[in-house]
């Protein structure tokens, strides 16, 4: 069977998001924190409904819903999201006041929202879809897990045109906590810069992707996902280019064949050293890009990557702002992405033209 | 894809026991395990009982083999976990595919809630060490590695659904030939923010709770952990020991009504058990019993009623709450009631409903109030409910 990606769309602290062009006029931040751009809600959430919701819901649910559009399908067989530090505005804020109003009066309303699920849950209720419903927590392969769901369900027959999506909220709390725990650089540098600091850290993102699989082939079709796979704890570089190689060999594939590879390099020297190793070895030949100067690191960052890979494929150009190093072939058909998330969660989705 | 998932084993700590046989032996002498706050420094103590795991975080450390200072959502999850996989007692296990899908809904809550009161006066405050892990996935990977499972770790996180959901995704790693065996279930540790946070909301019972009376008037709040080892076909056959079961129906629909209440017809409800009875190829009458979600709140419990009128009605198999002894443990109970629903299939029990004296009044539904044993159980239903209008039901079968 083969698996499509029919439309995506994404909320980042690029301008990805409704019908603009493809990361031709890339925004400079300085800082350690991007930001997501947000749209004008009121396209897809009843403006009183939006008031009590915290952004990642916004967020979340406007690009399924732009997602959904795109595709021309009102009622997704699934709704599937990731995410690993979930609602947590509504986390934070209700904790806040259990401390500061010591647990007398509270108001219902953050609690009721911090649940992880709240973002497929709002998108069924907005959908009336009484269809699969389901939320992944775990930390850098949330957005695969989800990913790994939707496409067991199509293979499965259970379900299709399944809406799956990754989705991360960067809240004031949470991004001064990962600063002191030495996540981010000391100090503050432009976003183009990221990569050639070598220096330790990287710097934050947030952001909400989401996408339309099902297992129907069209000339509308962005590109075919043709197969994803997670590994953990690789116990040495040999052993993670190991991986890569059988998860193309699975494939039929080698590195040869492959005209893009989008790495996760995040500018921190630590995580950069996996993929300067492949670099120099198994991705020596190839032409490669990265993003995380665009979106910053999240743990559901990946989402993000699918985006770009989804659409270098279907517009058949690859953005001068992705470009690590010289790009062969300039609208390739066959994508690899690579990620690790502190080098315990290693993540590979490999797409093609249709 | 259509080959059969097998329970090999099966592990718990709930507030009447710290393992299996302790479960099992508390439902015999039909003892709950709720009773006066003593571990969590709230407000509420006094007020609100809850269903506390017997043991503090030093002793359940000793017994999970792992430092006390983890948050207590690792501790507990251990303890079960390994259990289930000892259980299990899977030859060569190290060289099989092995998965764990473990559900939480508030990660280490319980040490964030000690760095935030620090953390609040002064953001360069408070011990980082009790924040870095507080993510739900870190409760799973902490396990995970002490299991020593190599190959697939997830988390799910859908309110009080979550283990349930945990279970079949496992189930289908196994169908989808990506895994050999699955240790799937969940665990939620009692806290401050869960406490607060129902309590808002009105649905706490100051009593113990009543679940499926007419005079029912909120849940109590529990904490535990509960897994099942799930194998292939394959790994079904080198077993030493006599399967428990298989998980023969499952599905996840939603209700689509609303962020915290059930729809009054139980829509949800009603998709989640038809869809699992389909899945499992089994009529209404082929279930022996239910193990209900039966939170106690007037809401769930009229909701879920109604839902099974519609699809039982007018034969009902045997049904009750096992959360007239454990609580409510949100997360973990999917996990929790999967045990003791695969436990029903495997010694034929059925579990009693403790407090239950009137049908309601909307929906006359009798529960069974005395702990029976030795009765032919083939399949058992068991129902897992939550926010988000997250509605999963799971159908446990004899081999």
Request: net charge negative; charged share 20%.
């Given at each position: 069977m083969k698996i499509y990606i029919r439309s995506t769309a994404a909320i980042s602290a690029q301008k990805t998001f409704g019908y603009v062009p493809f990361l031709t006029e890339p925004i400079e931040y300085t800082g350690t924190r991007l930001s997501a751009?947000?749209?004008?809600?009121?396209?897809?959430?009843?403006?009183?409904?939006?008031?009590?919701m915290s952004r990642i819901i916004k967020m979340g649910v406007a690009a399924a819903m732009q997602c959904l559009k795109d595709a021309g399908i009102e009622m997704p067989g699934a709704i599937i999201t990731g995410t690993a530090l979930g609602c947590q505005e509504d986390t934070v804020s209700f904790l806040t006041r259990i401390i500061e109003l010591q647990e007398e009066m509270l108001p219902p309303t953050a609690f009721i929202q911090s649940t992880h699920n709240t973002v497929a849950a709002q998108i069924a209720l907005m959908l009336k879809c009484h269809n699969y419903n389901n939320t992944f927590v775990h930390k850098g392969i949330s957005?695969?897990?989800?990913?790994?769901?939707?496409?067991?369900?199509?293979?499965?027959?259970?379900?299709?045109?399944?809406?799956?999506?990754?989705?991360?909220?960067?809240?004031?709390?949470?991004?001064?906590?990962l600063t002191r725990l030495g996540l981010y650089?000391?100090?503050?540098?432009?976003?183009?810069?990221?990569?050639?600091?070598?220096?330790?850290?990287?710097?934050?993102?947030?952001?909400?992707?989401?996408?339309?699989?099902?297992?129907?082939?069209?000339?509308?079709?962005l590109a075919e996902l043709v197969s994803t796979k997670t590994f953990y704890?690789?116990?040495s570089n040999a052993?993670?280019?190991?991986?890569?190689?059988?998860?193309?060999?699975?494939?039929?594939?080698?590195?040869?064949?492959?005209?893009?590879i989008i790495t996760g390099k995040n500018g921190d020297l630590k995580n950069d050293a996996v993929y300067e190793a492949l670099d120099g070895s198994l991705f020596a030949n190839s032409s490669k890009a990265y993003y995380k100067h665009l979106c910053g690191e999240y743990p559901t960052s990946m989402s993000f990557a699918l985006w770009l890979a989804s659409n270098v494929i279907k517009r058949g150009e690859v953005p001068a702002v992705v470009a690590d190093g010289e790009i062969k072939n300039k609208s390739p058909k066959k994508v690899l992405i690579y990620n690790h998330y502190q080098n315990s969660y290693h993540s590979l989705m490999l797409l093609s033209a249709c | 894809m259509?080959?059969?998932?097998?329970?090999?084993?099966?592990?718990?700590?709930?507030?009447?026991?710290?393992?299996?046989?302790?479960?099992?032996?508390?439902?015999?002498?039909?003892?709950?395990?709720?009773?006066?706050?003593?571990?969590?420094?709230?407000?509420?103590?006094?007020?609100?009982?809850?269903?506390?795991?017997?043991?503090?975080?030093?002793?359940?450390?000793?017994?999970?083999?792992?430092?006390?200072?983890?948050s207590r959502t690792k501790l507990l999850s251990l303890v079960a976990a390994r259990e289930a996989l000892n259980d299990a007692a899977i030859p060569g296990f190290a060289d099989l595919r092995s998965g764990f899908v473990s559900a939480n809904t508030v990660g280490g809550m319980d040490k964030s809630e000690d760095f935030f009161v620090d953390f609040l006066n002064d953001n360069d405050k408070g011990k980082l060490r009790n924040v870095f892990d507080h993510e739900c996935?870190?409760?799973?990977?902490?396990?995970?590695?002490?299991?020593?499972?190599?190959?697939?770790?997830?988390?799910?996180?859908?309110?009080?659904?979550?283990?349930?959901?945990?279970?079949?995704?496992?189930?289908?790693?196994?169908?989808?030939?990506?895994?050999?065996?699955?240790?799937?279930g969940g665990v939620d540790a009692l806290a401050k923010f869960t406490l607060n946070g129902f309590n808002t909301l009105m649905i706490l019972d100051k009593e113990y709770c009543k679940p499926f009376d007419d005079h029912r008037e909120g849940l109590n709040l529990g904490e535990g952990a509960g897994y099942v080892v799930l194998v292939s076909d394959k790994v079904a056959k080198t077993l030493n020991k006599p399967l428990c079961c298989t998980l023969s129906g499952y599905n996840n629909s939603n209700d689509a009504y609303h962020q915290t209440a059930s729809s009054p017809d139980g829509t949800g409800s009603y998709m989640a058990m038809q869809g699992a009875l389909s899945k499992a190829g089994l009529q209404p009458s082929d279930i022996d019993y239910i193990n209900l979600h039966g939170t106690g709140t007037p809401n769930n419990d009229s909701a879920?009623?109604?839902?099974?009128?519609?699809?039982?009605?007018?034969?009902?198999?045997?049904?009750?709450?096992?959360?007239?002894?454990?609580?409510?443990?949100?997360?973990?109970?999917?996990?929790?009631?999967?045990?003791?629903?695969?436990?029903?299939?495997?010694?034929?029990?059925?579990?009693?409903?403790?407090?239950?004296?009137?049908?309601?009044e909307d929906v006359p539904l009798t529960p069974e109030t005395h702990y029976l044993e030795g009765q032919p159980i083939k399949n058992v239903l068991s129902n897992s409910f939550g926010f988000g209008g997250n509605c999963t039901s799971l159908i446990f079968s004899a081999v």
């Open positions: 751009i947000e749209p004008d809600y009121k396209d897809f959430v009843d403006p009183k409904l939006a008031r009590r957005f695969e897990s989800a990913l790994l769901d939707a496409i067991m369900l199509l293979k499965e027959g259970d379900a299709n045109e399944i809406l799956v999506g990754g989705t991360e909220e960067m809240t004031d709390t949470a991004f001064k906590i650089k000391r100090w503050p540098l432009s976003n183009f810069e990221l990569y050639n600091t070598k220096s330790k850290g990287t710097i934050g993102g947030e952001g909400a992707v989401f996408f339309l699989l099902n297992d129907k082939p069209s000339t509308e079709n704890k690789p116990k052993d993670i280019e190991k991986q890569i190689e059988a998860f193309l060999a699975k494939n039929n594939l080698t590195i040869q064949d492959i005209d893009l | 259509n080959e059969p998932v097998y329970i090999a084993g099966v592990g718990i700590i709930t507030a009447i026991g710290n393992n299996v046989a302790e479960n099992l032996a508390a439902f015999q002498q039909e003892k709950a395990g709720m009773g006066d706050i003593t571990l969590l420094n709230t407000i509420h103590r006094g007020n609100l009982p809850v269903a506390e795991v017997k043991l503090g975080n030093e002793a359940l450390a000793q017994l999970a083999g792992i430092s006390s200072k983890l996935g870190s409760m799973t990977e902490v396990v995970g590695d002490q299991l020593g499972i190599s190959d697939y770790m997830t988390t799910i996180s859908t309110a009080c659904s979550s283990s349930a959901n945990a279970i079949f995704y496992g189930a289908r790693l196994i169908k989808n030939d990506i895994l050999d065996v699955v240790i799937a879920e009623g109604t839902a099974i009128t519609r699809l039982f009605g007018p034969d009902y198999p045997p049904m009750s709450s096992t959360k007239s002894f454990t609580g409510h443990t949100l997360g973990a109970s999917g996990g929790v009631e999967a045990v003791f629903s695969v436990l029903a299939v495997k010694h034929g029990l059925i579990y009693p409903n403790l407090r239950f004296k009137t049908p309601m």
